[in-house]
């Protein structure tokens, strides 16, 4: 028994059917609780030459991200983030994980949701959330739409027909 193997490719923002090949992308790994993974003397967060990383690591449960630090000096870090991915691998077990970045559109949309349900669940002030989802929401009428943000729109507006059809039931 052995170490598992983890190969991580990252997506090309505008084109996610191709392997990001520009920009200087980190990939992260960390353990479920968020943590960098360590082990043996060694940190698993490397750099993802032409979109792809390639990991040896114990067996386990990890939390995989991107990330791409564009810094001009004297200017603030623009900071470009995939999403995350979970995966699990076992003693000489490989895993391939697939990393796929947001649209420009994407951010601002995601972010007023995510606003909204901490202002349900967690009890966030409402004024301040419905500036908030406003704001994000005059953003996006002057932002150009891609397929992709059409396709998740579109998710998303099947998925309110559905609630409202058949709405959870209380427990």
């Avoid at 940190?43 to 939390?63: M, V």
Wanted: a negative charge; hydrophobic letters at 40%.
């Amino acid at each position: 028994m052995g170490l598992a193997t983890l190969n991580v490719w990252i997506h090309d923002k505008v084109d996610p059917c191709k392997i990001a090949d520009g920009f200087f992308w980190f990939v992260n790994v960390t353990y479920c609780n968020g943590n960098l993974v360590e082990w043996c003397g060694h940190k698993y967060s490397e750099p993802a030459k032409c979109g792809h990383a390639e990991f040896e690591l114990p067996p386990g449960c990890y939390i995989v991200r991107g990330a791409q630090v564009f810094w001009l000096p004297g200017k603030t870090p623009l900071i470009t983030l995939t999403d995350h991915a979970v995966v699990v691998v076992g003693c000489d077990e490989k895993a391939c994980v697939h990393l796929y970045t947001p649209t420009d559109r994407q951010l601002p949309g995601s972010a007023a949701l995510g606003a909204r349900f901490l202002a349900e669940t967690q009890g966030l002030p409402r004024d301040k959330v419905d500036r908030f989802a406003a704001a994000s929401e005059a953003l996006l009428e002057s932002m150009p739409k891609t397929a992709r943000d059409a396709a998740l729109e579109q998710l998303l507006e099947q998925l309110r027909e559905a609630l409202e059809k058949n709405p959870p039931e209380e427990t």
